[in-house]
Structure formats: C-alpha cells, structure tokens
C-alpha cells in the first residue's frame, strides 16, 4: 500500500508496441519496488483525453510520471501544475518543448526510418517506384518516420520515386486494403515501407493477397512481422527498444523522486533486423511478441 | 413468391407493392464504376475488382448485421467491438485450447449469437434504448476481447486451415481465372441467407413489423420482446461470422480492432436505403452501401489522390450518391 | 352571390389507383355543404387538394371566383382555408396550445420570445368557446384519440378561415360533443362561413348539412338539397344498390354457456370494481361517455395494461393474463379504437397487416411462410368487407381512412377467436360497409363466439347488442335488455359516483 | 399513442411543455459521485472536481449541439471534426493571418455556423437523411482540416490570450480557493442560453415541433425547410464554441482530432433522456449525461483500474445507469 507509485500516460496501450513498453515498465516496478500504472488513449489523435488522463494521474499524487506526449504543447500547463505539486516528470517515446522533464527515453525516429530508406534503396538497386504505407499523418512518430525515411530518398537517392503515401491508422485491415489498391495502381512497385507494427503486417497481407513480388521493410515488431521476415516474405524491419524505453522511464522516474540525478536523454537505440540476425540474442532482446 | 423474394432483395421490400423496385445508391455505384474505370487504366482488372470485393466481405457482413437491427427500428454499435470479440473466442478455442477448426467456428458464431441475446434482453425487457444498450455493450465487448486475449494478437499458426476461410479460393480450383476469394463467397452466402430470413419467414416478417409500429404488433398478441431477442441474437450471430472473415484474412484475433467499424457498416445500411426510422429496408441495397464505400476507397487510392483529399471527396460523393439516386427515383415514380 | 369554392374536373392519379375523376365540388358562404361517398371514393384527397396538401394533375379550382394555385398548406392557409384532418395530424409531445398556435405563437420581448401566458390564455379562450373542459398546458400525446380529435378541432377553427373543411371530425366523438359541434358549425354558418362536411353518419348529414355532394369511385355523381332528400335516397347514389339495415332478432341464450367472465377488475381511478359474463353467442354492447372506461377495461382483459386486482374466467377457467399474446392464445381479440396509433402497421402491406395476428398458423418449417395462404386469406377479407386497394400488396397507410380500419377489423377476424372485444369498430366506416360488418358480427355470435362492443354511437350499440353494460367514471352501472330506450342508457351513463 | 407510451418509459422529459421533469441518469450521477468518494480520497478533492468539469467542457458543448439536432429528430455525426474544423479556422485567423483574438473567436464560430447552414440545406433542402449528410459532412470537415492546416498542429503562441477562452479562470481571481477554469463557465453558459432558446423562443419550439411530427408543422403552414436550416446553423455555431475551447485547452488546433467525439457527444444526450427518434430533451439531462461521462472516466482513472477494465466498467455502468434512473422515474410515476 505504502509502494510509492509511478504513472506512466502513454500515446497508447493497445498495441503491441505499447505493450512492450508497458512490459519493460512493469519489469523495472518490480526490481526498484515501485508499483506502476499505464495508460494511453485509443488513438494517437486523442491529445485532449491524453491530457485528462494526464490531469487524473496528477489528482493522484503519484511520485512521480512518465510522459509519452501526443503534442509537444499541449500538455505544458499540466506539466506546469505537476511541478509546483512536487512530481518529477520523465518524457518517454517522445518529448515536449519544455525543460520540466528531468529526463526523456525516446528513439530517435527520424534516424531510424533514414536507416529504413538505406536498407530499402540497398534491396531494390536504388532505383524503381516505392511507396509508404504510414500509420498516422499527425502524430509525431507518425510524420518523423514519414519524413525521416521520404527526406532520406529523396537526398540520397534520385532515381527513386515515391508514388504513394497512405496511411492506414495502424489497422491492419485497412492498411492490408490500401496496400492492394497502392500495388493495383502501380503494378511496377518495387517497395513498400509500413511504418508500424499494423502497417507493416497490413503490407505483408496485402502483397501475399495479390501474389506481387516486392520488397517490404517494417518497422517494428511483433509475432507476424518476425514470421514474415523468417518466411523472407518482409525484407527486414526496424525495431526499437520498447520494453528498454518502458524499463528506463520508470527507473528515470524512481531516481527524480528520490531527488537523484538522472542523464538529461536517455537515448533507447534502434536496430535493423532480418532474416540474417533475428536469432541473434542482441537482437532477441529488444524484439516482442 | 419468388418475386416476394426478389422484392425483398431488391425492392424497399415490405409493402413496395412488388411494382417499383426503388433501389437508392445503386445507379450511383454504376456512375462510380465507370469514372474510376476511365480515370485509371488499373480499376477494371479482375484481380482489383476480386480485391474490392475481398475489401467489401468484413464491412459487408458487419453490416447486414447492422440492417437486421436498423429495421426493427432499433441501432447496433456493437457491430465492431463484437466481431473482434468473436474472432478472439475463435482464438482461444483454436489457439488456446487447441481444438479442431470446426469448433472454433462453432465458438465464434455462438460467441456473437450470444452477445447478441444478451444485448437483445437488455434492449427487450429492460427497456434501455438501443443506442445505449449497444454502446455499452460496444465497450464491454472491446474491454473483454483486451482481457481475454491478454491485449495481444492471438496466432491462428496451429490451425492450418482457418486462413482458407476467408482467403482461399474454392472458386479458384475451378476456375483458375476468376479466383474469387472464399470471404466473398461467405458474404454472398449470408447475403443471401438473410435476405431469404428476412423476405420469407416469421422472424423476418416481425422483423419489419417491429420497425413499423412495435405497438401494433404487441396489441396483435405478439410477443414482441421474444422476437425483438431473437432479432439482436441472429445479428451477433452475424458479427460471429464477420469475427471469423477478419481473423482468417489476418490469421489472427487483433483485440484493439473492431471500434470505428460499426460507422462503416451503419453508413452502408443508410446508404443502401434503409431508414433508421425503421420497418423498411433490403440486404441488396446494404450489399451496394457496403460496395459503394470500398469502391469509393480503393479508386481514389489507385488514382494516389492524397488523403486528406480522398476523406473530403469521399464525405462529398457520399452525399451525392444518395441524391442523384433520390433523384431518379423521384422522377421514375 | 359568387362561391367560395368552385373545384372543376378535377383528376388524380397516386401509383396504381386513379382516386380522382373528373371531381366536381363548389361551396357557397354561411352553408354546410356535405361530401358523402364510400370509403375511397376520393373524399379526403378531393379536400387535400383544396388544402395544398396534394395537387391536382387535371382541372381547375377557384377560390372567390378566382383561379388559384393552391401549392402549399401555406398558400391554402392565406387562402383562407382552414382544415380538420381525418388522421389526426399533431405532435404529441407539444401541449395542446402549442399544438394549436404552431407557426403563430404570440410573442414577447420584441419579438424574440414566446410569450406562454398569452398562448395558453388563447388557447383556453378556444376550448371555453367550444365548451371544452382541457387544460392548455396538457400534452397531446396524452390525451385520448377523442380528445386528441377536440385539439385538432380547436386548431382548425383557431385559423378563422373563411373555408373550413372537417374530413370526419366526429368519428372518435360521442353525442355530447357532437352537439356541441355542431352549436359551433351554426355560429360559424352565422358569420358567412362555408363549410365542407364529411361524414359516414347520415343522422349528422340531416341535422347540419344544407347541400350533399356525392361522389362514388373518385367521380362526381350529383348534388341534392340535404333537407328535401331522404337517406335511402343518398345512400344509393353513393352505392348504387340499397341498403338492408334490418337488426336480427336477439337470440336465446338461456341455456348458453359463459364464454368470459370478468370479477371485480380494478385499475386505480380508471376502472373501479368491474363484473360481468357473456356469454357465448352474446353481443354485449358497452355504452358510456367519453373516458368513462370502457377502453380500459379492454385493455386489462386483454392484458395491455396490468390491472390492481381483479380475475378473468375464460370458459370457467381462471386465466393469467399478464400480456397480449397470452389473451391472443387464450382466444381473446382485441381490436383497438385508435387504429393509427396502436391497429395499424402502416409500413407493412395490407396482407401482412391482415396476417398480423395469425402468423404462427402461416408458418411452416423453419417458420417460413405461406404466402400462397396469407395472400389467399387477405383477399378473402378484401373482397367479404369489400376493402378498397389495388391489390393486397398495397402498403397499409396508402389506403383511405376507412378502408385502413376495415383492415385491422379483418385482422381479427382472420384470427379466429373465442372471445372478441371490438373497441369502436366502425370508427370511419361506410355505411354500406357497416352494416356488412354488424352482419358479419351478427354471424360469428350464431357462430357461438362471446363478442364485446364498445361504441360511442348509440345507434351501434342499440342495433348491434343483446344486452347492453353502461359505465359510468370507470364502474359498471348497470345493464339493459336490447332494445332499451336511449334515455334509460343516458340516465345509466350518468349515475356518478353510485354502484351498480 | 406507442410514441407516448415509449416516452413514459424513459422518462422523456418535455423541454417545450416544461411541465414534468423527469431527468434520467441524475440519480446515477450522484451515486457514482459517492461509490468513487468512498473508494478513493482522491476524488473528491476540489482540484480533481475541476478537472472534472474542465474535461466536461468540450464535451459537454458539443453535446449541447447534438441534442438541438437530435430533438429534431435528426442526428449529428459531423460535431467532432467540426470542431476540429473550427479550432483549425481560429488558428488560420490569428496564427496564419495574425488577427486579433476577437476576430479568431468570430472566425471560429462563423465557420461552424457556416458549416452547420450547408448540413441543414443538405438535409432539409436536398432531403438527403440526417445521417448521411452528416456522414458526408464529417468526412469533408476531417479532410478540409487537414488540408487547411497542412495537417500540422497550429499553435496559437502569437495570441496570448487565447489560452485563457479555456483555461483561465476569471473566477479564480476572485475566489482563489475555487479556481473554475474558464471553459467550465463557457460551457455552462452555453447550456443556459441553449436551453433558454429551446423553452422559450419561436426556434425552440420549432426545433421540439418538427422532431414531434414534421408533417403536423409542414401542414401548419410552417416553413419547416428554413427553420431546420436555423436549428443545424445553430449547432455548428455551438460546436465552433467547443472549436475554441479545445484550441484553448490544448494552445494548438490538432487537426487530426475529432473522429468518435460524436459518439461520446451524442451518448452524452442519450444518457440524459433525450431520445434519438426526437420531439423531447433537454439540455440539462445532457449535461448529466455528459457529467455521467467524464465522472467515470476520471474516477476509473483515479481508482488505477487497469485499462482494459475500465472500458468493461464503463460500458456496464452507462446501461446501469440508464436502467436506474429509469427504475426510479418508473416507481416515481
Ligand atoms: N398517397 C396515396 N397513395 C396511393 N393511393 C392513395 C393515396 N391517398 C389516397 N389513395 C387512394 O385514393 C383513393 C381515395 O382515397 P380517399 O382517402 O380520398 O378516400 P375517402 O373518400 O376519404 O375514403 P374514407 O371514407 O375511407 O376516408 C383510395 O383508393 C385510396 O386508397
Ligand atoms: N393515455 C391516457 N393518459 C391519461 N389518461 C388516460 C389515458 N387513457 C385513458 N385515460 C383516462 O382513463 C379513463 C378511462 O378512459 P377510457 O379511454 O378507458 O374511456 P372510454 O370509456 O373508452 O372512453 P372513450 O370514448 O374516450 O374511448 C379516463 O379518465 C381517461 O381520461
Ligand atoms: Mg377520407
Ligand atoms: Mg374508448
């Protein structure tokens, strides 16, 4: 009972990689002897409910909160309130225009979807039409891994053209749709990249519905992507370190509460996975079911 | 008889008289069809059309569920959540528990069909309005798909032929030309089934009273709220198929799928010319609903036109659907 | 002197029924000029279209000499023409004033706010000219289909339109108020007022109207001074036959059994302590004024409503009726007297509506149905009551007033039951018609079924019963013989306060 | 009538009669205020009321825009993403054109009431059914959004003090103790004037008239047509109000929010007994209803109920609630 308690206001909880999060965060709960709470809206839309999960966490004067902003703003005035009332804060995922964070955990996506750009113009020759099927036009994870992975090609790479960017909200059954109508259009495709978990598994299932051959990097993980990438159905994916991120946050957060120093940005690290490192245990450890 | 029946699939079949077949939407899914097939060479293909349909099987479904409800007067937002439910059921018995393919569909579709009976008593004899009944039963189902699952996908990898539900092709091994996906199949085959429910027997003739004038029927010495449960029960029934069509074409149970759908599928009802006032309505014409939102969906993605455009002419040609088909209606009667 | 109205060949086609031939009608100011005709003759879309409801599609109709187009209710109103729908036509969840002054609502605050006080004292100033005893402020949808017939009536008059046209305004009321009615209609007639008048009680035609227009299968047949033309005379322009309206000696039912018994029935102040028995092959006719319970004690046989106490003996037997379908199963039918609200599925066609309470007996396997047997039992019943419709498809609420209540009288007695209770069955009804349907009645009884009439009309009961039970503020005050005279069911109907 | 009698039943109050004021889902309220007290002493503490309120505010407004529609018996699918479109407006005016504040509040309100003029000529003029035209409308408000914003977040760092429409707190100022943020007031004063439209103008009774029988006002002489144009006008102007107010809140237009508001909007006035076929409601049972809402969502939270859980709870409780207070409106009676 007397526990102290860290909340951790997620862009999610639904999904895979939210889970995984919430895993590593439950994890570092039990080894620092903290008992953690998890929540997210239901979309990475949502800023407002996310502020009035935030808002509730405060009421519940926890010793501290991690923080996975939807909007890098918005949530200023909160953050405000929990510092007069004493509760540190640690960003995770992503972070916000403010210094009242003492810490963030995040990856640092723009990065990771460049590597993706790498791998694919490396898989298809640097040239042929590609297309992106995203997860959110407006979330930051949304349009950094858009942009990080179309600014790439486009600097590095001329002789390939992006015909198509959807976006499928991380629902695999939408995703799976846009990508047949993408390859229907285009049937001189030579890639697609899913920038999600859903996305990419919407992918996969869209090129095996139509028999197409082409090329397909993920990002994320999560059992079918590990299955598509074994089956050499999906080139590769990107992963990052969800379970690392949820597992850093909270210990971030146990150590502000006790008024300890904790390294301003805890980078988490991204990782290129295929058929050839799957197996590998550097690489088993940050994938997730 | 017979032309009851077509009455009923095509025609706003109680009452129409059998003389005009009024079917809203569906010069407008022609006009669609052939604007889309000049704009891009790649829409009239078989295997897009084959992918339209495929795209239509999930929505189509959820929806005749949905049309059932709407007739009686009634409103289901659960559509969605429970698919996803029913797809989960199917995951534990299958994945879970290990047990043969047939049981699983058995679990699935008695999953939905009692869902359904429960928010069929609770719309029945406690009264509440459908809408609230339905959403309420919307979240509990969406919650209890998150726990029973554990919040993650459940793999349907142990059971070799449940993807064939919805993605193999009977009709493919004999016509190698035309692989029409099994999932099709399914939605034409409750298409059918229902519409056959609907036209020809008692549950479907109360099904239409009910929406007509629940009173009335009561006062005839109809026990209204016995049928009303019976009406909920096939619908969850329905979704139970939908939860499989979903799953298969995954090969898994997603527990965080299913909210959102429910408008998809209440829009194709509506489009197709049922009234949410009740007492009319055809599963042909939610079939057209349901074809007009995918065909509308996959064109504008063949033709790359930008999201954020694609949603403002959807919303758009949505509305003018509707109208141009009100339109000629209004000047052949 | 010009006429207000003067309609000429006027033509209108709906799908599939050609209502309207060649229709002539013309109204003179300060007269009541009556427009008789069967059910479906085209009465009531002759006057919709005087009303801007409908619009012709051949003919001519001048208002004051002058042509008109009359395209809107709006332009009709202008017109100075004023209308009481055969179907009640208001929303149920205003109150009576407002319902009245809909689009005319006075107003305060310059204009931008209603000013309640003022529309409920109008209101109130309309029912006190009619001597009508109603708060303003009640809401419609609570009211009782007669009452509900008052406000619509109030309403119309509240226009003071130089054209009033009442499409059958008596049919839901009893002879006090038709009375008072008809006080008003002479004022009216006073002030210059022209009068349409539609009615299927010849009485009323003599007592009020000046003039009879008549019409038969949507064309006009001729016009005849109301004093100087007998009845017979009327009724066989309008049907082309005569009518036989002889009432068959009362039988003998000593030695009859009791087919339903009914003992100490009781709903809070609605229905006080209610006993009796008929018996089987027995017209009980059940006569009262207006809310004096009747309907209700109906209600509770027929499980509607849930009674405070009271038993119901089916053969002898005591039966639980807690809904409908357990009265329906028991052999009992129940046909309501607000056909629109609670009789008709006005959606469905009229074979579905006729099957209505009969569709377990046209279920097969899987509970699919016969449509072969349904289509052949509605147009049974179609052609015994003589209903008017293009065929038995026809959705329900295309049909004309009367022919829509012929339909829910039709679904009972496709049903087959023991015991029937005929809530105001004549409500809108033809006289031809009628008197098919008293004999219809009259041979189910011989038939040795137990029927139950409620009327407001006492000619009905008095023709109809063979014995007659009298409420009086929900308790049975009494019983008459057939053939009693109407003073003695008045002094009976009015006995309050007392036990039988 | 079956109307009435089905009016009884749940306790539809009549906002025009304003003779009986049944409020459904009151007595829940307050029991849900009480099971939370005592579970936690978090709950009732003046910061966390607040919070309650302030997240009640968007919500509670665009509520109040849904019930004027629905009580014409129509619906309003399009509330959520036009606010959106709103909040996007504002920011276009004071951000992109850097205007004055006074012009961005206009502007925001001005384009809902615009928007809400187009819907009603959709659904009274083309005679295209409530449900579709505000389908369509979502849809086109959703992608206008984007496009307009160049589907970024807006931020209104400019205009000092556009924070304060929702988070201020003028009567903070003079009773610090209680410091009601802003959009509590604005919300309140919403429903104020709303409900003093509906009980006591000609709109207002038209708006109850048209939702209780159209045909019954059309044949009144009635310009039925002009007058549902007025009452959808009037609520796209309300959901420009809650346009500004999530602006506020969140210091940005979000373009890509909105979707599924409607739902909780529009569940917000069924809770609050207003019923979806129309003629009664109002807008104090919406506020309730509203309340219902939040209240739970924030006591779950504030209990740590694990997530997937709480939707199960929230969906029990919504129909629970109803059931109450309809029990209690019943043995009332
Ligand atoms: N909207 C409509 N669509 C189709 N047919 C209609 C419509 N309105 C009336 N009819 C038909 O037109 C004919 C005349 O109907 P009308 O209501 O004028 O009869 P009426 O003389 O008033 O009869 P009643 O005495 O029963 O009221 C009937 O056969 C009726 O079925
Ligand atoms: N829906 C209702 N709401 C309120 N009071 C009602 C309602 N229906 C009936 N009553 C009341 O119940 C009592 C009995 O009415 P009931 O309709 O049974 O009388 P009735 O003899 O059939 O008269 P009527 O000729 O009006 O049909 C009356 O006092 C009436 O005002
Ligand atoms: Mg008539
Ligand atoms: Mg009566």
Not at chain 2, 21 to 40: D, H, Q
Not at chain 3, 70 to 83: D, E, F, M, T
Not at chain 3, 273 to 300: P, Q, Y
Not at chain 3, 430 to 456: H, P, T
């Amino acid at each position: 009972q007397d526990k102290p308690y860290v909340a951790l206001i997620s862009k999610g909880f639904q999904h895979q990689f939210w889970q995984a999060v919430k895993a590593g965060a439950d994890k570092a709960g039990a080894d620092l002897g903290v008992n953690v709470t998890f929540e997210g809206p239901d979309t990475e839309a949502q800023v407002d409910r996310q502020i009035d999960m935030l808002s509730a966490a405060i009421a519940k004067k926890p010793a501290a909160i991690g923080f996975a902003a939807l909007d890098s703003q918005a949530a200023i005035p909160l953050l405000e309130q929990a510092k007069t009332a004493g509760i540190p804060i640690v960003a995770f995922d992503s972070g916000v225009d403010s210094d009242i964070p003492v810490a963030t955990a995040a990856t640092d996506s723009v990065a990771a979807a460049a590597l993706a750009a790498d791998k694919m113009a490396e898989l298809i020759g640097s040239e042929g039409k590609i297309a992106v099927v995203a997860h959110d036009q407006t979330s930051r994870t949304g349009i950094d891994r858009r942009d990080g992975f179309v600014n790439r090609i486009k600097e590095a790479y001329p002789k390939i053209e992006i015909v198509s960017v959807q976006y499928g909200g991380g629902d695999q059954l939408q995703s799976t749709e846009i990508t047949k109508s993408i390859l229907q259009g285009n049937p001189d495709l030579k890639g697609v990249f899913g920038t999600n978990e859903g996305s990419a598994i919407g992918v996969v299932n869209g090129v095996k519905e139509l028999g197409s051959k082409v090329t397909i990097i993920g990002f994320d993980s999560g059992a079918l992507q590990k299955q598509a990438i074994k089956d050499g159905l999906m080139a590769g994916a990107i992963t990052q370190n969800p379970v690392g991120i949820g597992y850093k946050t909270v210990e971030a957060a146990v150590k502000a509460s006790k008024g300890e120093t904790v390294d301003k940005k805890i980078d988490t690290g991204f990782y290129w996975y295929d058929k050839t490192n799957i197996d590998k245990p550097e690489i088993a450890a940050v994938l997730y079911d | 008889m017979s032309d009851n029946f077509l009455a009923g699939l095509i025609g706003k079949s109680q009452g129409a008289g059998g003389a005009r077949y009024k079917l809203l939407a569906f010069g407008s899914l022609i006009l669609l069809f052939v604007v889309f097939s000049l704009a891009s060479p790649n829409f009239l293909q078989t295997s897009n059309i084959l992918a339209i349909l495929q795209a239509t099987s999930v929505n189509g479904v959820l929806a005749i569920a949905a049309t059932v409800v709407i007739i009686t007067g009634g409103i289901d937002l659960s559509v969605g959540t429970l698919m996803t439910f029913c797809a989960v059921i199917a995951g534990v018995v299958l994945t879970f528990l290990g047990l043969p393919l047939p049981l699983g569909i058995a679990g699935a579709i008695l999953a939905g069909a009692g869902a359904g009976f429960v928010t069929g008593n609770i719309v029945a004899r406690l009264r509440i309005p459908p809408f609230i009944a339905t959403l309420g039963m919307m979240l509990i189902l969406k919650g209890l798909s998150l726990v029973i699952s554990g919040t993650r996908p459940i793999y349907f990898n142990g059971t070799p032929g449940f993807t064939s539900i919805s993605q193999g092709s009977i009709v493919g091994t004999v016509i190698p030309a035309v692989p029409v996906p099994n999932g099709v199949l399914v939605l034409f085959a409750v298409a059918i089934v229902i519409s056959l429910v609907l036209t020809r027997t008692a549950l479907g003739r109360y099904t239409f009273a009910l929406g007509s004038n629940e009173e009335a029927v009561r006062l005839s010495g109809v026990n209204t709220r016995g049928w009303k449960v019976a009406v909920y029960t096939l619908a969850g029934a329905i979704c139970g198929i939908a939860g499989l069509l979903i799953a298969s074409r995954l090969n898994s149970a997603q527990p965080a799928l299913g909210q959102g759908y429910e408008l998809d599928a209440i829009a194709a009802v509506v489009i197709g010319g049922t009234s949410l006032a009740g007492g009319s309505g055809t599963i042909l014409g939610t079939l057209i609903g349901a074809l007009i939102i995918s065909v509308l969906a996959n064109g504008l993605r063949i033709m790359s036109v930008p999201q954020e455009w694609q949603t403002v002419i959807t919303g758009t040609i949505i509305i003018l659907a509707v109208y141009i088909d009100m339109l000629r209606n209004r000047n052949a009667s | 002197m010009t006429d207000l109205v003067t309609m000429r060949g006027i033509d209108k086609a709906f799908p599939g029924v050609r209502a309207l031939k060649g229709a002539e009608f013309d109204l003179r100011p300060g007269e009541v000029h009556a427009l008789m005709g069967e059910n479906g003759a085209g009465k009531s879309t002759l006057m919709k279209i005087l009303a801007g409801i409908y619009r012709q599609d051949a003919g001519e109709v001048l208002v004051g000499g002058q042509p008109v187009d009359l395209g809107s209710p709006r332009a009709a109103i202008a017109a100075g023409i004023g209308i009481i729908h055969q179907e009640l036509i208001l929303m149920p969840h205003l109150t009576a004033a407002q319902n009245i002054l809909i689009g005319r609502e006075p107003r305060k605050a310059g204009g931008l706010l209603l000013d309640e006080v003022a529309l409920n004292a109008y209101a109130a100033d309309v029912f006190k000219s009619m001597q009508l005893s109603l708060d303003p402020r009640t809401l419609v949808g609570s009211l009782t289909i007669a009452r509900q017939q008052m406000v619509e009536i109030a309403k119309a008059l509240s226009f003071r339109s130089r054209i009033l046209i009442m499409d059958e305004p008596t049919a839901a009321l009893n002879d006090k108020e038709v009375n008072e009615l008809f006080a008003i209609i002479n004022r009216l007639k006073a002030d210059g007022v022209g009068i349409v008048y539609i009615s299927h009680k010849m009485d009323e035609i003599k007592r009020i109207a000046d003039r009879v227009t008549v019409m038969r299968d949507g064309a006009y047949v001729g016009t005849v001074d109301a004093r100087e033309t007998p009845i017979s005379k009327i009724i066989s322009m309008m049907v082309g036959r005569e009518i036989d309206n002889e009432a068959p000696a009362a039988p003998d039912l000593s030695a009859a059994p009791v087919a339903l018994e009914v003992r100490g029935l009781t709903r809070a102040t609605q229905v006080r302590d209610v006993s009796f028995a008929v018996k089987a092959g027995e017209i009980l006719g059940f006569a009262g004024l207006m809310g004096a319970g009747r309907t209700e004690v109906a209600r509770l046989i027929f499980g509607a409503d849930k009674a405070d106490s009271g038993e119901i003996l089916l053969g002898g037997k005591r039966i639980d009726v807690v809904a409908p379908q357990d009265a329906v199963r028991c052999g009992i039918g129940y046909l309501s007297e607000d056909r629109k609200a609670l009789g008709l599925a006005t959606g469905l066609d009229v074979r579905n509506n006729i099957a209505l309470a009969s569709i377990p007996r046209f279920s097969k396997l899987f509970g699919i149905l016969d449509e072969q047997a349904m289509h052949a039992a509605a147009n049974e019943y179609i052609e015994k009551l003589a209903i008017k419709t293009p065929s038995d498809r026809q959705p329900a609420r295309l049909l004309s007033g009367g022919n829509q209540q012929k339909i829910v009288i039709a679904k009972w007695l496709l049903r087959d039951c023991k015991v029937l209770i005929f809530d105001e069955p004549t409500r809108g009804i033809d006289i031809g018609a009628k008197s098919e349907i008293y004999k219809l009645l009259n041979a189910l009884a011989a038939e040795g079924k137990a029927i139950i009439v409620i009327s407001s009309e006492l000619p009905e009961v008095l023709r109809l019963s063979h014995r007659i039970a009298v409420m009086c503020e929900g308790r049975l005050t009494g019983f008459l013989p057939a053939g009693a005279p109407q003073e003695d069911i008045m002094r009976l109907a009015t006995m309050r306060g007392a036990a039988a």
